[in-house]
């Protein structure tokens, strides 16, 4: 396959996404501020350029994948972005968490220039990232989410079209809400039966298969030592971020500002993560929260 694609953001999920379309045969210039991870690209199979702005006005397809709403619209918008600088036609795929208001303002102004831009969040951590076997879920026109498709599906495996911009977004801010809230749920689970002498491992098989059973549970469980392969045997390190979490939470409060909308548990969630960032756990994995929780007698 020929197509040309400019991947920027090479971090946790970036790098791996970007590296499954090198496997995939495409040709893949990335870009990122820290050059480890464009080396590490490099490495792969990939390519990159000085200027990631002069690689954009060469590319057929620009992926994102980005912090937060003011890394997207600082890149996309003003005279040197990725607006003023990529070639009519080209696909414009953003796969960060955003604010969905963020990527309908994003979407409407690309469009004015004559870009059919969708919104791509995922979601599936850094192990599905790696495995290629994230969700998608797109806003975005039903043509631009077609041509996307066959470059979507060398990186996830459930593609979902949500509806128009800022769809795929809304469907995030609510997944990721629901995430913070079972994560701080499996920590206390966990914490209360080994305060009563149970040990983790058993505990969580048993919940895992029963009515309490849920992602984290099953695959990205928050005590170190219970699973292989995940954060929280890792000293927490890698994953997805604290103050990540918390943006995501954030919008979520945001969202149900605006619209009215009752979330105790997300609302709480929120103020949990804030206090353990502010302890200093912003950059460790948001299963760390275990560590909020007190120290198991
Ligand atoms: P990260 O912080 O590891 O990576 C973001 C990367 O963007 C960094 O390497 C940073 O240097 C780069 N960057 C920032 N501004 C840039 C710019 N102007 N030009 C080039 N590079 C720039 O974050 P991540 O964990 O990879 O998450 C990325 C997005 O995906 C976030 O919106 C996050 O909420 C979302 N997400 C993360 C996970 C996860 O498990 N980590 C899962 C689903 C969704």
Known sequence: MSANIVFIGLGNMGLPMAQNLVKAGFSVSGHDLVRTSVDKLVESGGKTQADSMAAVAEADIVITMLPASKHVESLYLGDAGILARARPGTALIDCSTIAPESARKVAALAREKGFDMLDAPVSGGTNGATAGTLTFMVGGSQDAFAKALPYLEKMGKAIYHAGDSGSGQTVKVCNNMLLGILMIGTSEAIRLG??????????????????????????????????????????????????????????AVESALATGSAIPLGAAARNLYDIHSKNGAGKLDFSSIYSLLGKAK
């Open 194 to 251: 080994v305060a009563n002498g149970m040990d983790p491992r058993v505990l969580s098989e048993v919940m895992s298969k029963s009515s309490g059973r849920n992602w984290t549970l099953e695959v990205y469980n928050p005590c170190p030592g219970v699973m292989e392969n995940v954060p929280a045997s890792k000293d927490y390190a890698g994953g997805f971020g604290v103050d990540l979490m918390l943006k995501d939470l954030g919008l």
